[in-house]
């Protein structure tokens, strides 16, 4: 079945550091998607990507479709105390169901 | 305000003991979906349901059963839970169509003795 890869599985930086983290996959995904949990809560979408090369950001925060459409990138510049969480990438297939991938636990010292 | 919710939030049970998991949605989406999240696996979805009276597999159904009745709920339902069923669960509702995306409720975390 489709399966991404998400790396690094965990990052432990100093405030104002920048992040970067991404998904790749052998299959081909229509839809990027990425993702934050915070503790107890559930995942609130952070970015969309809907197109192979598309750059978007959200404030301090941008990702990228890859052109091959089987990897993504989520960078996070000049971190703060509450980038804190986990963070999860998410491609949509062909068949409409979303995977997901493992997550990337960020912890960020003050 | 717009929102998924989810009951109860914590429940610890014992194999067996049949338990339902309510989700509910203010937001009149046609999609549903539950999903599980365990250390290592990330979130795989148990079931979805595309509008009112459809129902479908996702990758982990099995010991699961779900019904959609009415728009606005989706309940989980464990007809004879097991161990390996404890896991922190996710109801996620959208509107149908491209370009919509997830909006997922606050978890329930199961217990199963």
């Known amino acids: 079945g489709q399966q991404l890869n998400q790396s690094p599985q965990s990052m432990f930086i100093q405030e104002g550091e920048d992040v970067s983290m991404n998904c790749t996959s052998s299959s081909i995904f229509n839809t990027w998607l990425w993702y934050k949990q915070d503790p107890g809560e559930g995942p609130v979408l952070l970015i969309a990507?809907?197109?192979?090369?598309e750059l978007t950001s959200n404030g301090r925060l941008t990702a990228q479709f890859g052109i091959t459409r089987k990897d993504s990138f989520l960078n996070i510049s000049a971190s703060i105390p509450s980038d804190v969480g986990i963070y999860f990438c998410?491609?949509?297939?062909?068949?409409?169901?979303?995977?997901f991938g493992k997550g990337t636990k960020l912890s960020v010292k003050p | 305000e717009a929102q998924v919710t989810q009951n109860p939030r914590y429940l610890i049970t014992v194999t067996g003991k049949k338990l339902t998991v309510t989700c509910s949605q203010n937001?009149?989406?046609?999609?549903m979906s539950w999903y599980r999240q365990d250390p290592g696996l990330g979130l795989r979805q148990i079931y979805y349901s595309m509008n009112v009276e459809v129902t479908d597999k996702g990758d982990v159904p099995e010991g699961y059963k779900v019904s959609r009745k009415e728009k606005r709920n989706f309940p989980l339902i464990l007809e004879s839970p097991s161990p390996n069923q404890t896991s922190l669960y996710f109801c996620?509702?959208?509107?149908?169509?491209?370009?919509?995306?997830?909006?997922f409720g606050p978890g329930t975390r199961l217990t199963v003795l």
């Open positions: 937001m009149n989406h046609e999609y």
């Open positions: 990507l809907y197109k192979a090369g």
């Open positions: 996620a509702s959208k509107r149908a169509g491209g370009h919509n995306e997830q909006f």
């Open positions: 998410a491609g949509r297939g062909s068949q409409g169901n979303l995977i």
